[in-house]
Nanobody
């Protein structure tokens, strides 16, 4: 029974920060690359960031570079995404999954950036 449970979202002002978590169970988490995705209203889901199984390498979409930091704790089966300097365009529901997605989607966590 694979479960992906995202948390940590909220409503912030432009320039604010959030730290998202993804708790994974029923899956060999430490063996797989993991990614964060997001979906804004009326738009398709897009890849935001990826991290290797051993945290040696990371990748970010261009708009996230320098602002977002992906990390993981394999001992706790948890994936993180630190969001800094948030802008209106970061407003979306954020999800975790493998790259490419192979697991059932969790409920996601809502990030809203507004003034």
């Amino acid at each position: 029974q694979v479960q992906l449970v995202e948390s940590g979202g909220g409503s912030v002002l432009p320039g604010g920060s959030l730290r998202l978590s993804c708790a994974v169970s029923g899956f060999a988490f430490s063996r797989y690359f993991m990614s964060w995705y997001r979906q804004a209203p009326g738009k398709e889901r897009e890849l935001v960031a990826t991290i290797t199984s051993d945290s040696v390498e990371t990748w970010y979409r261009d708009s996230a570079k320098g602002r977002f930091t992906i990390s993981r704790d394999n001992a706790k089966n948890t994936l993180f995404l630190q969001l800094d300097n948030l802008t209106f365009d970061d407003t979306a529901v954020y999800y975790c999954n493998t790259p490419p997605p192979t697991l059932p989607w969790g409920q996601g966590t809502q990030v809203t950036v507004s003034s």
